[in-house]
């Protein structure tokens, strides 16, 4: 994720940069938008695939060893 942070950042910073003066945030908002908009669906979908990826380790696939299931 840092190097998606770093990516954001940058083009935030260019999206400002690029503006016109006297327009800075009618030049750049926007654009700025779109690019948060695409880091939140990253960090989500990045978190979410973290969550899955952590329960399927723990998964065991001979079930509890003392022959109850999980909710017993």
Aim: with cysteine.
């Amino acid at each position: 994720m840092r190097g998606i942070t770093g990516e954001l950042l940058r083009g935030v910073a260019a999206a400002v940069n690029k503006a016109p003066n006297g327009a800075w945030i009618n030049g750049s908002e926007m654009e700025v938008r779109d690019l948060l908009g695409d880091f939140r669906r990253k960090a989500y979908e990045t978190a979410l695939q973290m969550r899955i990826d952590a329960a399927q380790a723990a998964f065991s696939p001979g079930g509890c060893k003392d022959g109850q299931t999980p909710a017993q």
